[in-house]
C-alpha cells in the first residue's frame, strides 16, 4: 500500500515564473491538505481540499491555487514566485472520521525561487 | 498568535536521559497528533489522542492529553540517538478544518 507520493522531489524557479506540484493521496484517503514549511518553522496550512472543492484555507495569498481531481489526486500552483515562496511545500492526505483528523505526510517538494 | 505553543523549543540530552515535551493550548482540541520529522523529509505521525486524560504508549514514548483538552505531552524514556529529530504536536483549528501545528520541540540525543 503506497503512502502519499510527491512530484517532483526538487524544483528550481525564478521570481515570477509559474510552478505546478503535484500529490497522490494514501490509498483510502479523500481529503488533501498542502502545507508550506520555511527552513526551522513548523508546517503552514495552505488549503484543504475535499470533494473537488477548496473546503478550509489558511492565510496565503490569492497566486496560491489548487486543484483536486476525481482520482482524488491534487495539485498546488504558485504564481507569480517570490523568492519568499522558497521551501518545503508538503502534502497529506487524510480520512476525516468524527475527532479524528489524522493527516499522513509525503515526502515534500523543495522549491527554491531565484 | 500561535494557537499550539511547544515546549522547550530545543532540548540537547544525552543518551540514557528521560525527557518530556509540551504542546499547550488555550482552546479546547477535539484531538492532537504528534509527529516526528527528520530534515528534508515529511511529518510521520507518532500518535493520535483524542479523550481527555488519555495516555497512550509506543514503546519508550508516553503521550498524555490534559483532561481539559488543551494540552498535551511527550515522554520519552531512556532517549537514543535514533530519537533525533523536530517534534511537532498539531491538530485541527477547533470548528474548523485548519490543522495547525505547534512551534515544534528540536531534540539532539547524544551519544
Known amino acids: 500500500d503506497a503512502g502519499v507520493t510527491q512530484s517532483p522531489t526538487h524544483l528550481i524557479k525564478t521570481r515570477g515564473q509559474q510552478v505546478t506540484l503535484r500529490c497522490s493521496p494514501k490509498?483510502?484517503?479523500?481529503?488533501v491538505s498542502w502545507y508550506q514549511q520555511a527552513l526551522g518553522q513548523g508546517p503552514q496550512f495552505i488549503f484543504q481540499?475535499?470533494?473537488?472543492?477548496?473546503?478550509q484555507r489558511g492565510n496565503f495569498p490569492d497566486r496560491f491555487s489548487g486543484h483536486q481531481f476525481p482520482n482524488y489526486s491534487s495539485e498546488l500552483n504558485v504564481n507569480a514566485l517570490l523568492l519568499g515562496d522558497s521551501a518545503l511545500y508538503l502534502c497529506?492526505?487524510?480520512?476525516?472520521?468524527?475527532?479524528?483528523?489524522?493527516?499522513?505526510f509525503g515526502p515534500g517538494t523543495r522549491l527554491t525561487v531565484l | 498568535t500561535q494557537l499550539l505553543e511547544q515546549s522547550p523549543q530545543f532540548l540537547s540530552i544525552q543518551e540514557g536521559e528521560n525527557l518530556t515535551v509540551y504542546c499547550n493550548s488555550s482552546?479546547?482540541?477535539?484531538?492532537l497528533q504528534w509527529y516526528r520529522q527528520e530534515p528534508g523529509e515529511g511529518p510521520v505521525l507518532l500518535v493520535t489522542?483524542?479523550?481527555?486524560?488519555e495516555v497512550k504508549k509506543l514503546k519508550r514514548l508516553t503521550f498524555q492529553f490534559g483532561d481539559a483538552r488543551k494540552d498535551s505531552s511527550l515522554h520519552i524514556t531512556a532517549a537514543q540517538p535514533g530519537d533525533t529529530g523536530l517534534y511537532l504536536c498539531?491538530?485541527?483549528?477547533?470548528?474548523?478544518?485548519?490543522?495547525?501545528f505547534g512551534t515544534g520541540t528540536r531534540l539532539k540525543v547524544l551519544a
Open positions: 497529506a492526505s487524510s480520512f476525516i472520521a468524527g475527532d479524528i483528523n489524522e493527516q499522513f
Open positions: 490509498s483510502g484517503h479523500d481529503t
Open positions: 481540499y475535499y470533494e473537488e472543492e477548496e473546503r
Open positions: 482552546s479546547v482540541f477535539s484531538s
Open positions: 489522542v483524542v479523550t481527555g486524560g
Open positions: 498539531a491538530g485541527p483549528r477547533p470548528g474548523t478544518y485548519k490543522y495547525i
